[in-house]
């Protein structure tokens, strides 16, 4: 089990690095692109476990609660979210100023034309219609627990 | 050409940000109370540690992004430059030390299956302690209910045997070793003749032959029982008792006889009817037997007196053939009487009953017999009840019975003494009574059961045929009556025959 937790995060962790822009064709050049590294490796780390928690929680019967749905629920919106957010951070990191109009001002824009790149930078700036719903399983998965929790206490 | 404004998407992220805060911080809430509530179960606090960095880490960002967005749109972009490294910093701390809890999820789950296990365990043994402590809880409270109850069973137990001893009509008894009574019932001591129970009593006292106590004794010895064992007691005041008696020996531990208890049946009366049934069965067989010798011999008798009365009238009166001839015809009209007696007793003759008052028979039959009785200096007294009930019968043949039991009585007595003849009917009896007492020499015990059979007689030969009483009691037979013998009478000598007839049941007399 550990094995496979373990090799789950080697491989996504070799994919993402891959995956990950390089100095050499980068549109904007940060000054010190480590931090994003890490950053993004910590997002890797965060899928892996809530990969693995997710399947972990399919496979056993101990927890036969209806709470634990949610916990899956929960891992499986949460582990989209992180992908959208590293998604967002690698493709902001490929954008340069020049594709911004009216940067810092309520009017800021997206400046035309709109490419691949763009358009998927637009759409992970909504990660909340993904992670607001990930946070609320798990506001619902434990207030069940609670409850359940309570009901078996009073007996 | 579409345009990409960012204002949605900002407004988005501050939204978003706010709510993902407070809902992160209610989920931790109630992570934390779960803990409160369970403390030992791992699982919960697994919950709570990813509450708690999911809370941590969603703040972080949250706050970080509205900062962002509030510096960037105040004009404030280089502070926010500043700034934006540290929450960038924060923020993957945050998700690091979130996905460490995540991995270590499985030591969690681990710790709490284990806990489960003992807590299983733990739940098993306190069930089972419960269930002892109800029960024996149980037993306390019922205890004193089931001994009140075992106490009162065995009382309704003892009383049930109490009564049984008490009330059987036989006689149940204990004896110890010695052969000493520890118990008997009431019965048992009437059975013995005593009003009440007498301090001291033994098996002595139940045996009135020593052979037979000690055939009752060994017995028991070797076979632990007695089983329908006729004995002879002798009552308390020297009558006898037939007993049927059946008892079990009592053992102690290492199987030595400490005693005996037995069940004894007093068949006095059984025997007595018994014995009057074989009598009975033998006179009647007898009876058959003469009837059928009697009725045979009356045809060659009829003819031997024919013969002899016609040759007497060839023979002059005088002559020595005429003189033998008439004793063979007194000898045979003797016999021809002999066959007629047989056949009464037999009751093969024909009767006729009438109804009639017993008290005319008997007096016919004294003036009859007085004559001879007075010459013998015999003196009868006639003691007859005034208003004596009409029984049925044939008088001629009740007129025979008394003569013969009068004729005995005389024969009895020889010369001086009483012959009483009374007649009585106890109030609300259906029989009257009729006795002949007389003061003779009375009969020896040993022929008493005798006298009644045909050809008994201690008379010499050509006195008596031995045929009086046995026909007598055929006729009383006949009647339905019975005869009784007392000798020697309660005034210390002489017989008593006391005869008994039923009561004629006629519309009158209802
Ligand atoms: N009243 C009595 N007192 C003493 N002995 C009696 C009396 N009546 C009968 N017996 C005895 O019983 C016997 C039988 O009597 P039963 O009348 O049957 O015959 P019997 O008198 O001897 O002869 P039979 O009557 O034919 O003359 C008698 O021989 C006598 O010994
Ligand atoms: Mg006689």
């Known amino acids: ?70 916990m899956r629920l929960f891992c499986l919106l949460f582990l989209v979210w992180n992908c959208l957010t590293f998604a967002g951070h690698a493709s902001y990191s490929y954008l340069s100023v020049d594709d911004f109009v009216n940067m810092g001002t309520w009017q800021s824009k997206i400046a035309l034309p709109v490419t691949p790149l763009k358009l998927l930078y637009y759409l992970t700036r909504f990660e909340h219609l993904i992670s607001v719903p990930a946070i609320f399983c798990l506001f619902i998965g434990l207030r069940l627990f609670y409850r359940e929790v309570c009901a078996e206490e009073e007996k | 050409m579409i345009n990409l404004p960012l204002v949605p998407a900002i407004i988005a992220d501050i939204g978003g940000s706010l709510i993902v805060i407070i809902v992160a911080f209610l989920s931790a809430q109630y992570a934390y109370r779960l803990t409160k509530i369970q403390p030992e179960n791992f699982l919960w606090g697994f919950l709570f540690y990813l509450c708690v960095a999911m809370t941590a880490f969603a703040t972080s960002r949250g706050v970080g992004h509205i900062v962002r967005q509030f510096l960037i749109l105040s004009g404030n972009e280089t502070a926010w430059r500043t700034l934006s490294p540290f929450s960038g910093g924060i923020n993957t701390l945050l998700i690091t030390s979130a996905a460490s809890v995540i991995i270590y999820y499985h030591k969690w789950l681990e710790a709490y299956e284990a806990i489960q296990i003992e807590v299983g365990k733990q739940k098993v043994a306190n069930a089972k302690l419960a269930e002892t402590a109800e029960e024996l809880h149980e037993m306390n409270l019922n205890l004193e209910e089931i001994v009140e109850i075992r106490t009162q069973d065995l009382s309704i137990s003892e009383k049930k045997f109490r009564h049984f001893f008490e009330n059987s009509k036989d006689m149940v008894y204990f004896c110890n070793d010695g052969g000493q009574v520890s118990d008997i019932n009431q019965s048992g001591v ?37 089983r329908d064992f006729e004995i002879e007691m002798e009552r308390q005041d020297g009558s006898l008792c037939h007993a049927l008696l059946s008892a079990n020996a009592i053992l102690n531990e290492k199987g030595e006889v400490v005693g005996c208890e037995g069940v004894a049946k007093d068949m006095t009366r059984i025997k007595t009817i018994t014995d009057q049934l074989i009598s009975q069965r033998k006179m009647a067989s007898i009876g058959q037997l003469a009837a059928g010798v009697a009725h045979e011999i009356n045809t060659p008798l009829g003819i031997i007196l024919g013969y002899s009365q016609l040759m007497q009238d060839d023979f002059s009166k005088e002559s020595e053939e005429h003189q033998n001839l008439n004793v063979i015809e007194r000898q045979t009209k003797a016999c021809q009487k002999i066959v007629a007696d047989l056949l009464k007793f037999s009751r093969q003759s024909a009767s006729e009953k009438v109804q009639l008052q017993l008290n005319d028979v008997i007096e016919d039959v004294i003036s009859v017999t007085e004559h001879s009785l007075n010459m013998a200096h ?58 002949v007492t007389d003061t003779g020499r009375g009969i020896p015990a040993e022929i008493q059961d005798k006298i009644f059979d045909p050809f008994f007689t201690t008379k010499g030969v050509g006195q008596g045929t031995g045929l009086g009483l046995s026909v007598t009691y055929g006729i009383i037979n006949d009647h339905d009556g019975s005869v009784i013998l007392e000798s020697p009478t309660s005034s210390g000598s002489g017989t008593s025959f006391h005869l008994s007839f039923p009561i004629l049941i006629t519309k009158t007399n209802i």
């Not at chain 1, 549109?27 to 965060?46: D, I």
């Not at chain 2, 098996?203 to 106590?213: I, T, Y």
């Not at chain 2, 013969?404 to 259906?430: M, W």
């Open chain 2, 378 to 435: 015999i003196h009868i007294i006639k003691e007859l009840a005034a208003d004596l009930p009409l029984i049925s019968g044939d008088p001629e043949r009740l007129r025979q019975v008394l003569f013969n039991l009068i004729n005995n009585a005389h024969h009895a007595i020889g010369e001086n003494g009483n012959v009483t003849v009374c007649t009585s009917a106890p109030p609300g009896n259906t029989t009257i009574t009729c006795t």
């Open chain 1, 1 to 70: 089990m550990r094995h496979l937790n373990i090799l789950t995060f080697i491989t996504l962790f070799t994919l993402v690095l891959t995956g990950l822009p390089s100095p050499c064709h980068a549109f904007q050049s940060h000054p010190a692109p480590e931090g994003l590294y890490v950053h993004q490796m910590s997002h890797v780390l965060f899928i892996g476990a809530l990969a693995y928690l997710y399947w972990h929680l399919g496979k056993s019967s101990l927890i036969a609660s209806r709470g634990w749905h949610y």
């Open chain 2, 190 to 226: 009437e059975m013995l003749g005593y009003q009440e129970r007498p301090d001291k009593l033994d098996l002595h006292s139940f045996f009135k032959d020593v052979e037979d106590l000690e055939k009752y004794l060994q017995t028991l010895h070797d076979n632990g029982f007695v």
